[in-house]
């Protein structure tokens, strides 16, 4: 007789099946594939927000309205770059965005995003807008720094134009 030395095909697939059992219920454990996607979503957003920002400038430019206040395309501007508001930099960038201020039991589910604007200290200085994702908690609480990942938007000031930041640690 031959003396056999190795696994026979059942036990091989076996060991295959309780491997890939383990896989597929230890893997989401270590990989966290929605935090990711939430701070790339939120790094998109500043390029929407940048791009908006640029192409109102231009289109302020071309029609001379570069004041302190002003309105391009519908689009409320601040020296020619669109405003710190609903109607400044979320309509320039068209999202679909609603206010963290909106009271409980307000349908949420036709909006991607969420914002609060906080505004300057005195008359001179410039407007904040933060945008989170919508299903980010409410951005008063996220800027108490326990949930971060926003995007902000400060408005235009005569010196400078807007500053775009993001804030992905929380995400």
């Not at 289109?59 to 570069?66: K, V």
């Not at 991607?112 to 945008?131: L, N, Q, R, S, V």
């Amino acid at each position: 007789m031959r003396n056999q030395k190795g696994f026979t095909l059942i036990e091989l697939i076996i060991v295959i099946v309780v491997l890939g059992i383990l896989a597929v219920t230890a893997a989401p454990q270590f990989i966290n594939f929605s935090s990711d996607a939430r701070a790339s979503t939120v790094k998109g957003l500043k390029g929407a927000l940048q791009g908006a920002s640029q192409t109102i400038y231009a289109r302020a430019a071309i029609d001379n309205e570069l004041g302190s206040t002003g309105s391009v395309n519908g689009v409320d501007t601040v020296y020619g770059y669109p405003a710190a508001s609903q109607a400044g930099v979320v309509a320039a960038a068209q999202l679909e965005a609603i206010t963290s201020a909106a009271g409980a039991g307000t349908d949420t589910s036709q909006y991607d995003w969420t914002y609060t604007i906080e505004a300057g200290a005195t008359a001179t200085d410039p407007d904040i807008i933060y945008i989170s994702p919508i299903d980010i908690v409410d951005l008063p609480e996220t800027l108490d720094g326990s949930n971060n990942c926003f995007a902000s938007y400060t408005e235009a000031t005569e010196a400078a134009g807007p500053s775009i930041s993001v804030n992905s640690s929380g995400c």
